[in-house]
T-cell receptor
């Protein structure tokens, strides 16, 4: 199983809503990542978890709150988002270490209205 | 900032080899070169990676120059399904054991019939 599963695939939310994006992998990977991708732009790294601990936060606004409940799951909690936060949110995982490839999910297409 | 430079776009005839160049003149001795691609509206897909030797797998070949300042990804027989944005990434180490993937702008490869 080399899949990273993200749910939901599409999400429309209002600026006052609270929602969560979910990511799951069963490859035994110990590093998990959140990326944000705007249209026609490359993915931008947001957060990195290593062994279930947050190791990198790329100065992401606090309205995005990551959580890693266990080694297979990664959540991204959303609250009070702005329309400019509309984007494709990608989750990835890897074994960790320099010489390992990352596997990406298909993303959640988020629209903030 | 990304540490690689790639052409913005390239065309390739179906059935011919696609050669995608990448410059990474500031690469450090322990940094790997990774290639990913992203087909429209999907998550990035790992292709291949290498340190200093040439590498080949079922998808592609990676040729790294002896000084490691540039590399070329070769798709030996391009098909229409290879149309995608191709990202060349030098794996950045933030000081932890894992290296994070920082995407540059990539090369949009269009395979034409």
């Amino acid at each position: 199983d080399t899949e990273v599963t993200q749910t939901p695939k599409h999400l429309v939310m209002g600026m006052t809503n609270k929602k969560s994006l979910k990511c799951e992998q069963h490859m035994g990977h110990r590093a998990m990542y959140w990326y944000k991708q705007k249209a026609k732009k490359p993915p931008e790294l947001m957060f990195v978890y290593s062994y279930e601990k947050l190791s990198i936060n790329e100065s992401v606004p606090s309205r995005f709150s990551p959580e890693c409940p266990n080694s297979s799951l990664l959540n991204l909690h959303l609250h009070a988002l702005q329309p400019e936060d509309s984007a494709l949110y990608l989750c990835a995982s890897s074994r960790g270490g320099m010489n390992t490839e990352a596997f990406f999910g298909q993303g959640t297409r988020l629209t903030v209205v | 900032d990304a540490k690689t430079t790639q052409p913005t776009s390239m065309d390739c005839a179906e059935g011919r080899a696609a050669n995608l160049p990448c410059n990474h003149s500031t690469i450090s001795g322990n940094e790997y070169v990774y290639w990913y691609r992203q087909i429209h509206s999907q998550g990035p897909q790992y292709i291949i990676h290498g340190l200093k030797n040439n590498e080949t797998n079922e998808m592609a070949s990676l040729i790294i120059t002896e000084d490691r300042k540039s590399s070329t990804l070769i798709l030996p027989h391009a098909t229409l399904r290879d149309t995608a944005v191709y990202y060349c990434i030098v794996r950045v180490n933030y000081g932890g054991s894992q290296g994070n993937l920082i995407f540059g702008k990539g090369t949009k490869l269009s395979v034409k019939p």
